[in-house]
Each structure stands twice: as structure tokens, then as C-alpha cells.
């Protein structure tokens, strides 16, 4: 598991990438021919309501840490995945390498049981070049961008977490 130290928190305060007001300010090509990952409620049915389908979708059932009044379901399988606030457990980040698998054939919708911020980290490090993450940046919008963009941002940013019985840290490269 790995423990996010206080001092690595500014790292999620500022965006990994474009920060947009509404998904409706996105351009609807950025969605053509990219594999769509969504992490975050609010997110997941914002894009469901604008008819484009992640690929996969991690949720918590929560809306800034308050339980989330969407019903999110689509025409994916669903997994589950226990994980803290603060942390990337092992199950967490096993359970979103299993999505990248099954992804290849059907969507796939996370049900993390506590919180799911945290999970671009792995998915940015486990996705393929032609991905696209999308999260909610608390009270300011959306967040989207390119995975191989944030690739090395987001392997500095593990420096900033602390090792709890060592992680199985797959990477895709």
C-alpha cells in the first residue's frame, strides 16, 4: 500500500493537466479514437449524460467525500476494490490493471469501497499511449489529459508517498 505523506498534497491541488469549467468546454474530437478513463462520480456521469462511454470508470459513490445522489451504471463489468483515503492500496491498483485487461472487450466500472482520487496515479502509469484521464478537480471543473503526458509528472509524485507492505507496481511500458 502506499500512504500519501502530507507534504506530496499540493501535488493534487494544482491539475495534471487542462482544467476545463464543464466537460461541455471540452472538445468532443479529444474523445474520437482515444481510450477514455474516467476516476471520480461527478465525472463518470457527466460523461454518461453527454453520451460518451468510458472505457473504464472509477467511482466511490461519493461527490467530494459526501455520498453521491448518481446512480452510475452502464454497459460495463463492474469490479470492486477496497481503498483508504490517502493511500493506493494494492488491491486498488491490481483491480485497475485488471480493467486495462479487461477493457480489450468490455467496459469496466470501479466501485471503490472508501476513496478513488488517488486512482489516476495508477491509471496513468498502467494505460496505453492512446488514453485520456479525465477527473474532477474539487470545486473548478474538470481535468483531462493525455496519459503519456503525465507519465513522468506522476512517477515524481510517488516519491511523495510512503511504502506500507510493498506494493505490486506494474508498469506498462
Given at each position: ?24 468546454d471540452v ?21 454518461l449524460d ?124
Amino acid at each position: 500500500m502506499l500512504i500519501l505523506k502530507k507534504e506530496g498534497r499540493k501535488y493534487f491541488k494544482k491539475p495534471l493537466g487542462k482544467l476545463y469549467s464543464s466537460l461541455n468546454d471540452v472538445d468532443n474530437d479529444m474523445f474520437q479514437n482515444h481510450f477514455i478513463i474516467s476516476v471520480g462520480d461527478a465525472t463518470t456521469k457527466n460523461l454518461l449524460d453527454s453520451s460518451i462511454i468510458p472505457e473504464i470508470g472509477i467511482i466511490d459513490n461519493k461527490i467530494e467525500r459526501r455520498v453521491s445522489k448518481h446512480n452510475i451504471e452502464y454497459n460495463a463489468i463492474t469490479l470492486t476494490a477496497d481503498n483508504p483515503p490517502g493511500t493506493i492500496t494494492d488491491e486498488l491498483w491490481d483491480t485497475i490493471g485488471e480493467a486495462f485487461q479487461i477493457a480489450r472487450k468490455s467496459n469496466v466500472l470501479i466501485v471503490v469501497n472508501g476513496e478513488e482520487d488517488l486512482a489516476v496515479i495508477p491509471s496513468a502509469l498502467l494505460s496505453d499511449k492512446d488514453s485520456i484521464i479525465l477527473y474532477g478537480q474539487p470545486g473548478e471543473g474538470v481535468v483531462v489529459v493525455e496519459a503519456d503526458e503525465i507519465k513522468n509528472k506522476v512517477e515524481e509524485i510517488l516519491s511523495y508517498f510512503e511504502m506500507n507492505d510493498e506494493p505490486k507496481i506494474l508498469l506498462n511500458f
